[in-house]
């Protein structure tokens, strides 16, 4: 991703102004287009630019050069930081300033913004704009630091659930968390292959044995920060590609399991915004990696398995694997005596049939941790719907021979949820716990959101953590 923001006017290039940007709710586009010469009304007409939100258009010059852009805020009130995505893909390359700045939108979240809509990937088709920068100048009071650092990050997460199985396997996923952690003077643990017997893994070693030896299933525990401290955990679900096992999908649901390690580029990607920011806290990011592949050895239907909480697990779905080895990391970051544990993971489908794509269900027993999620959601623009662990379902996970199986009893229905109350078996009890089932992906494209990856709820986490572990000032 080229650099999408520079810091002020005086870091300007001197080959001419930047254009500008003039912001316009519907209602005040008539009086905007009264004001300007004649052609620029036909222009705007011919377009049919009205305002709406999200909408781009470039105005030119009577000689044709670009003369100023136009963005659509839609109706007042409602208008959103956010809506600054769509501008680079709309835009000739160049340099940009914000003629008007909106009332009430954080400058900071619009520059964000503005280089979330720049992401593109093209590891396999290189573009052939590459180099051919289009730059927001932001504001001097804009911490340009912050921004990238939570960019780049996004990006990171985008980047890895783009790239296919063949090109981001277990190993990748720990080659990249090694670099993330060199960067930031982290510690990296990785346990692989039948080590994880050894260190008590045990489902995460269940899930993942059928894979070939160079994808062996790994445990990744990256640690940073001051021991002193509060602990936070954050564990993300890496299954690098998921036929279902023995289950297996069909060749439909098969499609897009490359981003089934979503929640693992999600929690790498929050880490590394923490960490970029220096939070005075005690992280522990938890990552087990694995391809639930088919071969001889692969968990069956029936088997029941063991768990590094000691709770034994009957797999009526070879295909619910995620929660297995979330079981795992969960079970571990309990050792550690977090104050606060969130888990990251592309859990299930039932979760996009109560929310859909882009709104992204999340479950905690904690009703303070709620609202202040919500509120880092709301302000980071990045939605979040809390959901309910309902008692009366906890029952559906509950199995005839073992402690709990992974697969709900069908009569419950509430597939996200009876996930979350199987997660909630091994989640740490000496502080907060939050489950997010994501869904990284953007199947439909609309301005300012590329079809393909996508991070969600981690600008909104972020928010979060600023807010409960502020930074000392100086």
Not at 61 to 71: E, F
Not at 83 to 99: Q, T
Not at 387 to 415: C, F, H, T
Not at 445 to 468: C, D, H, N, T, W
């Amino acid at each position: 991703m080229s650099e999408p923001i520079i810091a002020s006017s005086s870091r300007l290039p001197e080959d001419g102004a930047p254009t500008p940007i003039h912001c316009l709710y519907e209602a005040e586009l008539a009086a905007f287009v009264e004001a300007r010469p004649s052609f620029v009304k036909g222009f705007v007409a011919l377009e049919d630019f009205k305002a709406k939100a999200g909408q781009v258009l470039v105005l030119p010059t009577p000689q044709g050069a670009v003369d100023r852009v136009l963005l659509g805020l839609g109706t007042r009130g409602k208008a959103e930081a956010m809506l600054f995505r769509a501008l680079p893909a709309r835009l000739p390359a160049g340099d940009y300033r914000l003629a008007t700045i909106p009332d009430g939108l954080d400058l900071g979240q619009i520059a964000l913004a503005f280089a979330l809509g720049a992401y593109r990937f093209d590891r396999y088709r290189p573009s052939t704009g590459a180099g051919e920068a289009r730059r927001l100048v932001a504001d001097e009071t804009v911490d340009l630091d912050e921004v990238r650092a939570v960019a780049h990050a996004c990006a990171l997460a985008r980047d890895m659930v783009n790239t296919p199985a063949n090109d981001m396997g277990p190993l990748q996923i720990e080659t990249i968390a090694r670099e993330i952690a060199e960067r930031y003077g982290a510690s990296l643990d990785v346990i692989v292959g039948d080590d994880l017997l050894d260190q008590n893994y045990p489902a995460v070693h269940a899930v993942g044995r059928a894979a070939v030896p160079a994808r062996a299933p790994r445990m990744l525990e990256l640690t940073w920060g001051d021991a002193a401290h509060p602990r936070v955990a954050i564990i993300g679900k890496g299954v690098v590609f998921d036929t279902g096992g023995l289950d297996i999908k069909p060749s439909g649901g098969m499609r897009l399991m490359k981003k089934d390690m979503g929640g693992a580029a999600h929690a790498l990607a929050l880490g590394r915004m923490v960490m970029a920011a220096g939070l005075p806290v005690a992280l522990s990011v938890l990552v087990p990696v694995v391809e639930n592949a088919i071969a001889g050895d692969a968990m069956r239907p029936g088997d029941v398995l063991a768990t590094r909480a000691g709770l034994t697990v009957e797999v009526g779905n070879t295909d619910a694997e995620g929660r297995l080895i979330l079981a795992d990391a969960l079970a571990r970051a309990a050792e550690l005596e977090p104050v606060l544990t969130i888990d990251l993971a592309t859990l299930t489908g039932a979760a996009r049939v109560a929310l859909g794509p882009q709104v992204i269900p999340f479950y905690t027993p904690d009703d303070d941790l709620a609202l202040e999620i919500e509120e880092g959601a709301r302000e980071a623009s990045d939605p979040v719907w809390r959901m309910p662990l309902w008692d009366g379902y906890r029952e559906a996970v509950e199995s005839d021979i073992a402690d709990l199986k992974n697969d709900p009893d069908a009569w419950a229905q509430a597939g996200s949820v009876t996930a979350a109350l199987f997660l909630q078996r091994f989640a740490p009890t000496t502080g907060s716990w939050a489950h997010f089932d994501i869904f990284a992906w953007n199947p439909k494209a609309r301005p300012g959101f590329a079809s393909g990856g996508e991070a969600q709820v981690i600008r909104g986490l972020y928010g979060m953590l600023k807010s409960r572990f502020p930074k000392a000032s100086a």
